[in-house]
């Protein structure tokens, strides 16, 4: 059993802090690492990879320190997001350059095997140059499959796919979880991470903003005050009655309409055309003001 | 035994050089280097200065370092550049054997396209192998261990290796050194000349340093080169969130 260790470990760049205090052990199984972009998922992960030193705390994979310690790549597969590859080469000379390279003893069944796991054999002599960006990625996966690893990092693995290697890159990545290897991908979209892991850890602004199962952190999410812009025939009498109900925590006449904070995201959808239509107002348009996943994000910091 | 690696990181880095369009710029000075010299040649068949000139000037002060310098910049600095050289390093390979093959495959390329071609064009301009044309092949062949080093190691530090090293050439080895004394027996071109002029004897070189200053200073400045830049890329980091 793998596991991904960080303790108080923060990273920061000058004055610009990247990554602060986290503490967090990730075990085998796929987790997700999500947050908004510029939020510290790459940093986290290249620290975890090995290609970048904690500015304070420890971080082990495996109980050893990744930093300068090149022998963790015998158990650690890396799948980096920046789309370079060795692209004059065919995808199967670049993953038995892989092979090669972790000095397996039998590179070309080790080359066979991950180029099978990614189905990339149809393609496997065609040069990287050619391939598609889902194939490329595919074959970045093999690559870093070629050794068996127990431990897989992935930054954006879905970055640029279209639905259907979306789709295929998820199902791979879950069998892989189930063989009971530790695999951490990045992402900044909710319904990637949702569909692929059962465990979550969200990062906002460099720190750990929650962690856990994911059906908890939705709930949390769906469950967050809501905030409403409201266009009606008359804002201020509406504005009056919505103030009166348990669901409407705040209500203020803007010159774009009524902004309603609303506490209970489902009753205020309920109760709001009730109202209006008791009160004979029309509603003109109605739309959220804050769906933002930076939103939501800030959110989960806050509590 | 790490040979398996070390093949693949030459193969790798062989390919990656020589594959680019860049390879032809390799090329062109050492041809400009031999035709200059046989059109020299027939138009002044007798004896005269210019071989030292052509050949110690041209072809050991400029044709060997900014050759080394295109060379040895991309051996590793290519790859940095573009960041494929991630995939090399989230593997198990030593950082110093990566350095290792990358100069020893950077100097060895600057041997063909630069030492073999001066030996030519001494060979042509002298008309066989005299003391010249040997001691000027000598220091080609030292320059291209000595040169590559260092660029090897300036693309380890610096994503501006060109211009550092283009820097370091003109400004350090062309001007200052000319002007002040010190600063030659930190020039790796005074180096190439002492060890030209030892086979050679020819003022016209104007060497500065002895035989074993060029070479034990050399030797240091090859080794201390190689630690520098096997300890920087065993410390290599990925920037945070790309822009």
């Given at each position: 059993?793998?596991?991904?260790?960080?303790?108080?470990?923060?990273?920061?760049y000058g004055n610009v802090v990247a990554i602060n205090d986290i503490t967090m052990s990730i075990g085998p199984g796929v987790?997700?690492?999500?947050?908004?972009?510029?939020?510290?998922?790459?940093?986290?992960?290249?620290?975890?990879?090995?290609?970048?030193?904690?500015?304070?705390?420890?971080?082990?994979?495996?109980?050893?320190?990744?930093?300068?310690?090149?022998?963790?790549?015998?158990?650690?597969?890396?799948?980096?997001?920046?789309?370079?590859?060795?692209?004059?080469?065919?995808?199967?000379?670049?993953?038995?350059?892989?092979?090669?390279?972790?000095?397996?003893?039998?590179?070309?069944?080790?080359?066979?095997?991950?180029?099978?796991?990614?189905?990339?054999?149809?393609?496997?002599?065609?040069?990287?140059?050619?391939?598609?960006?889902?194939?490329?990625?595919?074959?970045?996966?093999?690559?870093?499959?070629?050794?068996?690893?127990?431990?897989?990092?992935?930054?954006?693995?879905?970055?640029?796919?279209?639905?259907?290697?979306?789709?295929?890159?998820?199902?791979?990545?879950?069998?892989?979880?189930?063989?009971?290897?530790?695999?951490?991908?990045?992402?900044?979209?909710?319904?990637?991470?949702?569909?692929?892991?059962?465990?979550?850890?969200?990062?906002?602004?460099?720190?750990?903003?929650?962690?856990?199962?994911?059906?908890?952190?939705?709930?949390?999410?769906?469950?967050?005050?809501?905030?409403?812009?409201?266009?009606?025939?008359?804002?201020?009498?509406?504005?009056?009655?919505?103030?009166?109900?348990?669901?409407?925590?705040?209500?203020?006449?803007?010159?774009?309409?009524?902004?309603?904070?609303?506490?209970?995201?489902?009753?205020?959808?309920?109760?709001?055309?009730?109202?209006?239509?008791?009160?004979?107002?029309?509603?003109?348009?109605?739309?959220?003001?804050?769906?933002?996943?930076?939103?939501?994000?800030?959110?989960?910091?806050?509590? | 035994?790490?040979?398996?690696?070390?093949?693949?990181?030459?193969?790798?880095?062989?390919?990656?050089?020589?594959?680019?369009?860049?390879?032809?710029?390799?090329?062109?000075?050492?041809?400009?280097?031999?035709?200059?010299?046989?059109?020299?040649?027939?138009?002044?068949?007798?004896?005269?200065?210019?071989?030292?000139?052509?050949?110690?000037?041209?072809?050991?002060?400029?044709?060997?370092?900014?050759?080394?310098?295109?060379?040895?910049?991309?051996?590793?600095?290519?790859?940095?550049?573009?960041?494929?050289?991630?995939?090399?390093?989230?593997?198990?390979?030593?950082?110093?054997?990566?350095?290792?093959?990358?100069?020893?495959?950077?100097?060895?390329?600057?041997?063909?396209?630069?030492?073999?071609?001066?030996?030519?064009?001494?060979?042509?301009?002298?008309?066989?192998?005299?003391?010249?044309?040997?001691?000027?092949?000598?220091?080609?062949?030292?320059?291209?261990?000595?040169?590559?080093?260092?660029?090897?190691?300036?693309?380890?530090?610096?994503?501006?290796?060109?211009?550092?090293?283009?820097?370091?050439?003109?400004?350090?080895?062309?001007?200052?050194?000319?002007?002040?004394?010190?600063?030659?027996?930190?020039?790796?071109?005074?180096?190439?000349?002492?060890?030209?002029?030892?086979?050679?004897?020819?003022?016209?070189?104007?060497?500065?340093?002895?035989?074993?200053?060029?070479?034990?200073?050399?030797?240091?400045?090859?080794?201390?080169?190689?630690?520098?830049?096997?300890?920087?890329?065993?410390?290599?980091?990925?920037?945070?969130?790309?822009?």
């Amino acid at each position: 059993m793998t596991t991904i260790e960080l303790s108080h470990v923060s990273r920061w760049y000058g004055n610009v802090v990247a990554i602060n205090d986290i503490t967090m052990s990730i075990g085998p199984g796929v987790t997700g690492l999500l947050g908004p972009n510029g939020a510290g998922k790459s940093t986290l992960l290249h620290l975890a990879a090995g290609f970048l030193p904690p500015s304070r705390g420890e971080l082990t994979v495996d109980g050893r320190p990744s930093w300068h310690n090149p022998g963790i790549y015998r158990a650690v597969g890396l799948v980096p997001e920046r789309d370079s590859v060795y692209a004059f080469l065919t995808g199967e000379a670049f993953v038995r350059a892989t092979a090669q390279l972790q000095r397996l003893p039998d590179p070309a069944a080790a080359t066979r095997r991950a180029i099978g796991i990614v189905e990339m054999a149809d393609a496997k002599d065609r040069r990287i140059s050619t391939y598609s960006k889902g194939m490329r990625q595919r074959i970045k996966v093999a690559a870093a499959l070629v050794h068996d690893p127990a431990v897989l990092l992935l930054d954006e693995p879905f970055n640029g796919m279209d639905p259907r290697q979306r789709l295929h890159m998820m199902d791979l990545l879950h069998r892989l979880g189930e063989q009971g290897r530790t695999i951490l991908f990045s992402s900044h979209i909710l319904e990637e991470v949702e569909r692929l892991s059962g465990t979550i850890q969200v990062i906002v602004a460099g720190r750990l903003a929650a962690s856990g199962d994911f059906r908890a952190i939705r709930r949390l999410m769906t469950s967050r005050p809501h905030v409403f812009v409201v266009r009606t025939s008359d804002d201020r009498r509406l504005g009056a009655a919505l103030i009166g109900r348990p669901a409407v925590t705040g209500v203020e006449v803007t010159g774009r309409g009524l902004q309603v904070r609303a506490s209970d995201y489902g009753a205020f959808s309920r109760e709001l055309a009730v109202l209006a239509k008791d009160q004979g107002i029309r509603l003109r348009e109605l739309l959220p003001a804050d769906e933002s996943l930076e939103s939501v994000f800030a959110y989960l910091v806050e509590t | 035994m790490s040979g398996v690696q070390g093949r693949v990181v030459a193969a790798l880095t062989l390919r990656a050089t020589m594959g680019r369009k860049r390879a032809f710029l390799f090329a062109i000075p050492p041809l400009v280097l031999v035709l200059v010299t046989v059109a020299l040649r027939l138009a002044h068949p007798e004896r005269a200065a210019w071989p030292v000139d052509i050949l110690g000037v041209f072809g050991l002060s400029v044709v060997l370092p900014l050759t080394a310098l295109i060379i040895g910049t991309s051996v590793l600095g290519a790859e940095i550049d573009d960041g494929s050289i991630v995939h090399l390093l989230a593997t198990p390979v030593s950082r110093p054997l990566v350095i290792g093959v990358k100069y020893a495959v950077a100097a060895v390329l600057t041997m063909v396209f630069v030492a073999v071609p001066e030996l030519l064009a001494g060979l042509i301009a002298t008309g066989g192998a005299t003391k010249l044309a040997v001691g000027l092949f000598a220091g080609a062949l030292a320059g291209s261990l000595m040169y590559n080093a260092v660029f090897v190691m300036i693309s380890a530090l610096t994503t501006r290796a060109i211009a550092v090293g283009l820097l370091y050439a003109l400004i350090w080895e062309g001007v200052l050194a000319n002007l002040v004394p010190g600063a030659r027996l930190l020039s790796i071109g005074q180096y190439s000349l002492g060890i030209a002029n030892s086979i050679a004897h020819n003022a016209g070189l104007n060497a500065a340093l002895s035989l074993s200053t060029a070479v034990v200073m050399g030797l240091l400045v090859t080794a201390a080169a190689l630690v520098i830049a096997a300890r920087r890329l065993a410390s290599f980091s990925l920037k945070g969130e790309p822009a």
